[in-house]
């Protein structure tokens, strides 16, 4: 992949034309469809999850037989859902050696504070209000692009 | 009816939904996620909106039935729907269900009942215009005529 942006433009811009693989994690189906096709319709590659479970077995964090282990550049997850929620999630990704410099991307239809505090806190890369727009994937682009770089 | 009218028709019943406040900017913006390689997404997400919402409405009915009513079952199903009509700008649904949640929280069961009155009959309203919308666009995809943008100046 990319090895740092010391002299800059090239590798960055190499960076830039990758497809991003982003997981997207909702237990509504609807949030879900609407996800993929954001992402989609903005160039990245999408895989979705209905639960935090499905997202871990993607991520390779669950089941130590799981084979089809894929490398994802960002997650995004809402926050509310049924058993694990995306915090939870959050905190398994930033406990894993091989995941924690993954961006995860916290989505709620509510903007509490302390919510919010306590992902960012955690490690979340952003805190965003649902319904997400076009115009904020593509924030979300750039920000994961500079992150590639930097690494 | 010729092509340009049925269009214009079309902008105006568009237009009276947001003005209405039926419908909110979320809506446009599930719009502009359709384009030639997907041209059914909008009625696509919507019909799984309407699936999904007629299958949430019966569980709250049997829900606020029961003899003693488990409130930890009615408020994930009215956030699920919250959730589902905020996304598709469902905004009178979205904001009957935040009052929902509210008495939810109370655990008052009258007010609930009355509030799944207000939800449905705004689900149905929706659902009766967008039905109407959707009908709107065949006819005039039928006829070889294009979808006209909404303009609405947001």
Redesign the interface.
Known sequence: MNNGCGSGSESCLSSMEEELHVLAVDD????R??LE??LK?SSCKVTTAENGLRALEYLGLGDPQQTNVMKVNLIITDY?M?GMTGFELLKKVKESSNLKEVPVVILS?ENIPTRINKCLASGAQMFMQ??L??SDVEKLKCECHLLNCRS | MDLVQMQKSLQDYTKSLFLEGILDSQFLQLQQLQDESNPDFVSQVVTLFFQDSDRILNDLSLSLDQQVVDFKKVDPHVHQLKGSSSSIGAQRVKNACVVFRSFCEQQNVEACHRCLQQVKQEYYLVKNRLETLFKLEQQIVASGGMIPAVELGF
Do not use: A, T
């Open positions: 509504n189906l609807i949030d469809k609407l096709r954001i319709i509310c049924p239809s649902k319904p727009k076009l």
